[in-house]
């Protein structure tokens, strides 16, 4: 089995992701992706698997309009910065996609430029996807050539033309040698040429027989795209938009019918396949500006890490971020914010919740690439086990504001919840769960320390109890004084209240999370001044 029929993916759009400029004016490249590197201890965290980083190569504006296959753009940073990513990512275990916008280029690419220039004098008349000189195009050169969705400044290419695709193949050679990426999702791939990516299977695979090919695909028989002649895998769209409208709609029927019409236990049209499964991405509104109830957002994670898939995160979505797609020409950056890793910012319980679904999901293979069987199924509710060699695992899901009880068949003659920790009742083969409002639970036969939890904290080296005035250094070097422990209103939690010595913003958060350690490393070290 491959790499990435196991994997977690996480998401970034570079361009947006470092704040870079909305245009390419030139100049000197500005290295604004090495912050990428501050964020390892947050992908391994997470039990990420690979980075699909959106476009970054050379462009004019957003990076689907392409002027230079084999350079980073300048406004992200420099082929050598890139390399020291990529060889960093990879020590930590974390493999490399990048996006390839193979379809179309910008109207700045060298090829349609000496176009520009030399008229049908160019040896590249014929790199462009009806390319004539019958009439002006509609940004006034003085030849006609087809735009990708009727987009103009996005000059499709000619994959039927052998030079283009051995340029093509050339670049993505270059960044297999030179920075050893592990795969290509590529954009726009229903509108690419099947022989291409037959080509293009054969070269990556006779390299890398575990290099990952997947396509961006919206509509359609995903077979056609991701089949042993083609692509690995493609978006599954379909269940996108089945996870957040059955939220929405409180209707468990509309996913649950299309995880079985794909893959379910008594067959599937995709059952051979592991779709690249997601709640959000650069193109559609994120998804907690999608659901119509924040509760959900927790239900709606636990389905994607549990439903059969890849599934994968959008940067700053575990976060539980907001975002909504606009108007005009601006209308996707709402969607692609600078984000920087400032803890203790963002939707603390969901991120905590992710990465336990992150640790879950790498402890049960069964959740991985197990089979999918229907146990309970109403409107607010669904169970469904999935099932792998002998080891079957129980996911519960409760819309509902209120409590739900249900029982169902099991062999085992116990489980527990390893989200909650819970041991769940089994009495004459049936299981009896109590589920509370807007919760989901993964049951499981063995015990939650298979889990390997994280270390426990050590009193030599911290002190159990936290009072005002000390100093603590945060592992990522900030300088901190505590204001005092405060008890939370609802919960009765312990909540330590501190100040930033730099800045002097006060932060709040759980005693316990303050305690922690990220990494086998204290979150916040005591220091002696």
Same mark, same amino acid.
């Given at each position: 089995?491959?790499?990435?029929?196991?994997?977690?993916?996480?998401?970034?759009?570079?361009?947006?992701?470092?704040?870079?400029?909305?245009?390419?004016?030139?100049?000197?490249?500005?290295?604004?992706? &090495?912050? $990428?590197?501050?964020?390892?201890?947050?992908?391994? +965290?997470?039990?990420?698997?690979?980075?699909?980083?959106?476009?970054?190569?050379?462009?004019?504006?957003?990076?689907?309009?392409?002027?230079?296959?084999?350079?980073?753009? *300048?406004?992200?940073?420099?082929?050598?910065?890139?390399?020291?990513?990529?060889?960093?990512?990879?020590?930590?275990?974390?493999?490399?996609?990048?996006?390839?916008?193979? =379809? /179309?280029?910008?109207?700045?690419?060298?090829?349609?430029?000496? $176009? #520009?220039?030399?008229?049908?004098?160019?040896?590249?008349?014929?790199?462009?996807?009806?390319?004539?000189?019958?009439?002006?195009?509609?940004?006034?050169?003085?030849?006609?050539? &087809?735009?990708?969705?009727?987009?103009?400044?996005?000059?499709?290419?000619?994959?039927?033309?052998?030079?283009?695709?051995?340029?093509?193949?050339?670049?993505?050679?270059?960044?297999?040698? &030179?920075?050893?990426?592990?795969? $290509?999702?590529?954009?726009?791939?229903?509108?690419?040429?099947? =022989?291409?990516?037959?080509?293009? *299977?054969?070269?990556?695979?006779?390299?890398?027989?575990?290099?990952?090919?997947?396509?961006?695909?919206?509509?359609?028989?995903?077979?056609?795209?991701?089949?042993?002649?083609?692509?690995?895998?493609?978006?599954?769209?379909?269940?996108? %938009?089945?996870?957040? @409208?059955?939220?929405?709609? %409180?209707?468990?029927?509309?996913?649950?019918? @299309?995880?079985? *019409?794909?893959?379910?236990?008594?067959?599937?049209?995709?059952?051979?396949?592991?779709?690249?499964?997601?709640?959000?991405?650069?193109?559609?509104?994120?998804?907690?500006?999608?659901?119509?109830?924040?509760?959900?957002?927790?239900?709606? !994670?636990?389905?994607?890490?549990?439903?059969?898939?890849?599934?994968?995160?959008?940067?700053?979505?575990?976060?539980g971020i907001e975002g909504r797609k606009g108007q005009g020409v601006d209308a996707d950056a709402p969607l692609?914010?600078?984000?920087?890793?400032?803890?203790?910012?963002?939707?603390?319980?969901?991120?905590?919740?992710?990465?336990?679904?992150?640790?879950?999901?790498?402890?049960?293979?069964?959740?991985?690439?197990?089979?999918?069987?229907?146990?309970?199924?109403?409107?607010?509710?669904?169970?469904?086990? %999935?099932?792998?060699?002998?080891?079957?695992?129980?996911?519960?899901?409760?819309?509902?504001?209120?409590?739900?009880?249900? #029982?169902?068949?099991?062999?085992?003659?116990?489980?527990v919840d390893v989200l909650g920790g819970e041991a769940i009742q089994v009495e004459g083969g049936n299981a009896?769960?109590?589920?509370?409002?807007?919760? @989901?639970? $993964?049951?499981? /036969?063995?015990?939650? +320390?298979?889990?390997?939890?994280?270390?426990?904290?050590?009193?030599?080296?911290?002190?159990? +109890?936290?009072?005002?005035?000390?100093?603590?250094?945060?592992?990522?070097?900030?300088?901190?004084?505590?204001?005092?422990?405060?008890? /939370?209103?609802?919960?009765?939690?312990?909540?330590?209240?501190?100040?930033?010595?730099?800045?002097?913003?006060?932060?709040?958060?759980?005693?316990?999370?303050?305690?922690?350690?990220?990494? =086998?490393? !204290?979150?916040?070290?005591?220091?002696?001044?």
């Amino acid at each position: 089995m491959s790499w990435y029929e196991n994997a977690i993916i996480y998401h970034i759009y570079p361009l947006g992701f470092c704040g870079a400029p909305k245009f390419n004016e030139g100049g000197e490249p500005v290295n604004r992706l &090495e912050k $990428i590197l501050e964020w390892i201890p947050h992908f391994q +965290e997470m039990n990420v698997d690979a980075i699909y980083f959106g476009p970054v190569f050379e462009s004019v504006e957003h990076g689907y309009d392409t002027t230079d296959y084999k350079m980073i753009d *300048r406004r992200l940073g420099t082929n050598e910065m890139f390399k020291n990513i990529c060889d960093k990512l990879h020590e930590a275990g974390i493999r490399v996609i990048l996006d390839g916008v193979f =379809n /179309h280029v910008g109207r700045k690419f060298w090829a349609f430029t000496d $176009i #520009q220039e030399k008229g049908q004098n160019s040896p590249y008349c014929s790199w462009f996807q009806n390319l004539n000189f019958g009439g002006p195009s509609p940004c006034g050169d003085p030849f006609w050539y &087809e735009g990708w969705n009727g987009h103009y400044n996005l000059v499709k290419l000619n994959l039927q033309n052998q030079d283009v695709c051995n340029h093509l193949l050339d670049a993505v050679n270059y960044w297999m040698d &030179e920075f050893k990426i592990d795969g $290509i999702r590529f954009d726009a791939a229903d509108c690419i040429d099947f =022989n291409f990516f037959k080509r293009i *299977r054969s070269f990556c695979k006779g390299k890398n027989p575990e290099f990952w090919l997947m396509g961006e695909i919206i509509h359609g028989d995903y077979n056609r795209w991701a089949n042993p002649e083609m692509l690995d895998s493609v978006t599954n769209y379909e269940c996108y %938009k089945g996870i957040w @409208s059955s939220h929405n709609d %409180k209707n468990f029927f509309e996913i649950d019918y @299309s995880i079985n *019409r794909q893959c379910g236990a008594n067959g599937g049209i995709y059952r051979n396949l592991k779709l690249y499964t997601f709640v959000d991405n650069h193109d559609v509104n994120r998804l907690a500006s999608t659901l119509n109830d924040p509760h959900y957002l927790f239900t709606a !994670y636990t389905l994607l890490y549990c439903m059969p898939g890849i599934p994968s995160i959008y940067y700053g979505s575990e976060f539980g971020i907001e975002g909504r797609k606009g108007q005009g020409v601006d209308a996707d950056a709402p969607l692609r914010p600078c984000l920087n890793l400032v803890d203790g910012e963002g939707n603390q319980a969901l991120y905590k919740h992710i990465v336990k679904l992150g640790r879950v999901y790498r402890a049960y293979p069964a959740l991985r690439t197990g089979g999918y069987r229907t146990v309970i199924i109403r409107n607010r509710q669904l169970v469904f086990s %999935k099932e792998l060699e002998g080891q079957t695992v129980y996911v519960c899901l409760n819309l509902d504001d209120q409590p739900y009880d249900c #029982q169902f068949g099991t062999h085992y003659d116990g489980l527990v919840d390893v989200l909650g920790g819970e041991a769940i009742q089994v009495e004459g083969g049936n299981a009896h769960v109590h589920m509370e409002p807007f919760s @989901s639970m $993964i049951l499981v /036969h063995d015990n939650i +320390e298979n889990l390997q939890p994280e270390p426990k904290e050590e009193p030599a080296e911290e002190p159990r +109890e936290i009072h005002e005035g000390q100093h603590y250094r945060h592992f990522k070097g900030g300088r901190y004084t505590i204001l005092g422990v405060a008890t /939370h209103s609802e919960t009765l939690e312990d909540m330590v209240v501190y100040r930033n010595d730099d800045d002097g913003v006060v932060w709040v958060r759980p005693k316990a999370m303050f305690m922690d350690k990220v990494n =086998n490393q !204290y979150r916040f070290t005591l220091l002696d001044d």
